[in-house]
């Protein structure tokens, strides 16, 4: 496929190497320049406006960190939607307020153009090694025809349902459990400190009975070890996520009261000057809580 890619964070450039390693004709663009090099160099095309990198593609996608750059980069002059080649594909592939979707979707089938919404499940090395999940949502002919570049970037993909809003709900609601689960690890783990129990013994009950997943594996460990500084997924993203799925769910009636509890244990994580930290850091903070730290 032709493809452009706009986006290069840590999860873009892994998703990006991939449909690159995998045949596709791939041109990227991204605001900070610096960001394209490794990719042009394994031989990526790189283009110098957003127009360029929409010129004659068959799909395009959008890896971008907030609400606020995926409309910059839809809407402004000469974005996406002013951009989108005739036939062309515009998949969102970042997490994303339900609202902001919606407001896309409408805007790009009021110009006659297609929009899909394909969140990811998964950390910045899964993204790497091709081992993230894809949620779509959107028409069932344009899910078809980004088939080829999600096989590419994914082990996995998953149709929600023709409304492209539906695969962020789901995408949001599992960041959601995630949070939460983080956040009940991190005050577990401080009840235990509290009686003299060594983390890793803790750790290794839960893990080798109820919770031998890997949300408890791979945070559980972070908290034992401490080890926060190389961020799979920081505390501002996660922050950014529950705040979205806390808005999603007042959208439609749904008390999420567990959210506000993680959304609160972010923000003092930020108060503490932890933003960039990996969110497994709430167990810091859950010790700080009790005096433990």
Known sequence: MRIGFIG???MGQGMASRLLAG???LLIYNRTAGKTADLAKAGANVAGSIAEVCRDRDLIVTMVADDNALETVTFNPGGVRDSLAKGSIYCSMGTHSAGVIQS???ALKKNGQTFVAAPVLGRPDAAA???IVIVCAGPADALKRCEPAFSHMARKTMEAASAPEAAIAIKLA???VLGCAVETMAEAFALVRKYGVDPQV??????????AAPAYKVYGKLIVDSSYDKPGFTVKLGLKDIKLALAAA???GVPLPSGSVVRDRLVGALGHNEGEKDWAVLGREAARSCGLE
């Open 8 to 10: 290069l964070g840590r």
């Open 23 to 25: 045949g596709h004709d």
């Open 104 to 106: 896309i979707d409408a």
């Open 129 to 131: 090694a091709g081992q």
């Open 174 to 176: 599992n960041n959601f």
């Open 202 to 211: 803790f750790y290794d009950v839960m893990t080798e009975g109820l919770f």
């Open 250 to 252: 007042e959208l439609v």
